[in-house]
């Protein structure tokens, strides 16, 4: 696990959206992606609902939130 996958993280939940995300993070959509995935697959959970009108966390992203903020400060 990196930090910057923490923070990455962090940042989709915060502004709701993989797109905005890429904006702000100055990253390619294909490489956010495989960052979270990989995080998701190393906690072995989905952390993220993926819908078409954003992204919202699941309730183990809710629960893993708090401590990639403390982690990522």
Not at 43 to 71: E, I, K, M, Y
């Amino acid at each position: 696990m990196e930090l910057r996958q923490l923070r990455y993280f962090v940042k989709i939940i915060e502004l709701g959206s993989l797109g905005r995300a890429v904006l702000e993070l100055d990253i390619g959509v294909s490489a956010l992606s495989q960052k979270i995935y990989k995080l998701e697959s190393e906690l072995c959970t989905r952390l993220l609902n993926r819908t078409s009108s954003g992204v919202t966390p699941t309730s183990a992203g809710f629960a893993f939130l708090h401590h990639a903020q403390l982690t990522g400060e």
